[in-house]
């Protein structure tokens, strides 16, 4: 199993432009997690979602949107990039609950810079 | 709403030396705690979890922690650092359905 992939690994964006973050799991999680993760912020959330076609916002939603059309994807969209959202980028997943454990697995991150 | 509070961003022991890295918590429901760790420019590897049963939970690379609901606390620690325990540690905390809130993070660094 390849468990969390997220691509790409690294980005670099100018100001204004935009892009799509793309994270796979392949243990058939019903949650899918996105993160950001800032120097003595720790991990933040972005947004989540609790099952295929359903999303909801998490603590810092702003300048992001999401969709989740598959079970084993969950997309995070920056429509206008600003500097501010230069960040790692973290994707996680775990079992519904009731159906297995409920940690969070991670995938390794995407680092993006925006000039 | 839940939280959790990492004392000391930086926390610097010897080889050899016991490693203690605080955590407390806030929750209004019976909690589930868990303890993850970051290696350098990788994701976030999960070292142990407090999902109600022992309060004293054992994790890997020797780590452990122990629930204490009357002081709202699970430190982690380990008895003897190693050079590879190098890291930083995020303590996070969850009810049964929702979403993780992560502490900030204490980075660990260890010395010959």
């Known amino acids: 199993n390849a468990g969390v992939t997220q691509t790409p690994k690294f980005r670099v964006l100018k100001t204004g432009q935009s892009m799509t973050l793309l994270c796979a799991q392949d243990?058939?999680?019903?949650?899918m997690y996105w993160y950001r993760q800032d120097p003595g912020m720790g991990l933040r959330l972005i947004h989540y979602?609790?099952?295929?076609?359903?999303?909801a916002k998490g603590e810092v939603p702003d300048g992001y949107n999401v969709s989740r059309l598959k079970k084993q994807n969950f997309l995070l969209g920056l429509e206008s990039a600003a500097p501010s959202q230069t960040s790692v980028y973290f994707c996680?997943?775990?079992?519904?609950?009731?159906?297995?454990?409920?940690?969070?697995?991670f995938g390794p991150g995407t680092r993006l810079t925006v000039t | 709403a839940q939280s959790v509070t990492q004392l000391g961003s930086h926390v610097s022991v010897s080889e050899g030396a016991l490693v203690l890295l605080r955590c407390n918590y806030s929750?209004?429901?019976?909690?589930?705690l868990f303890w993850y760790v970051q290696y350098p420019n990788q994701g976030l590897q999960l070292l142990l979890k407090?999902?109600?049963?022992?309060?004293l939970v054992k994790g890997i690379n020797g780590f452990e922690a122990e629930f204490k609901k009357s002081e709202t606390s699970f430190h982690l620690t380990k008895p003897s650092a190693h050079m590879s325990d190098a890291a930083e540690y995020f303590c996070?905390?969850?009810?049964?359905?929702?979403?993780?809130?992560f502490g900030k993070g204490t980075m660990l660094l260890v010395s010959p």
């Open positions: 996070a905390v969850s009810d049964r359905y929702s979403t993780l809130t």
């Open positions: 929750s209004s429901v019976p909690p589930y």
């Open positions: 979602s609790v099952g295929e076609g359903t999303t």
């Open positions: 996680a997943s775990r079992f519904k609950a009731g159906q297995g454990p409920y940690e969070q697995y």
């Open positions: 243990m058939n999680h019903e949650y």
């Open positions: 407090y999902t109600s049963a022992a309060t």
